[in-house]
């Protein structure tokens, strides 16, 4: 079992920053390959990021390329979503979730472990 816990949501002017964390426990965490998703009201789940075990590839949605850059830090077994130039779109529940997969995970039936969200509000 590994369990996850995000951090860092709240609300943000549009333009501006958040900083998300998941904190993981239980199994070794540089075994996971991990990801970031986001649920807005009324909308299917979507993927937001991924990263490999290393930390050395990383995959985006269109939508965040360029705002949005996922890192991990295996010493501290989390992983981090730094969110730039913020839209009101991008506002939804952020989730993080942990995968076994060894391929671009893009799709949320490829993880295994997922965290109890963090909400993220965008003002215009």
């Known amino acids: 079992q590994v369990q996850l816990v995000e951090s860092g949501g709240g609300l943000v002017q549009a333009g501006g920053s958040l900083r998300l964390s998941c904190a993981a426990s239980?199994?070794?965490?540089?075994?996971?390959?991990m990801g970031w998703f986001r649920q807005a009201p009324g909308k299917e789940r979507e993927f937001v990021a991924t990263i490999s075990r290393t930390g050395g590839g990383t995959y985006y949605a269109d939508s965040v390329k360029g705002r949005f850059t996922i890192s991990r830090d295996n010493a501290k077994n989390t992983v981090y979503l730094q969110m730039n130039i913020l839209k009101p779109e991008d506002t939804a529940v952020y989730y993080c979730?942990?995968?076994?997969?060894?391929?671009?995970?893009?799709?949320?039936?490829?993880?295994?472990?997922w965290g109890q969200g963090t909400q993220v509000t965008v003002s215009s």
């Open positions: 239980g199994r070794t965490f540089s075994n996971y390959a």
């Open positions: 979730a942990a995968s076994t997969g060894l391929a671009v995970l893009t799709a949320s039936n490829r993880y295994d472990y």
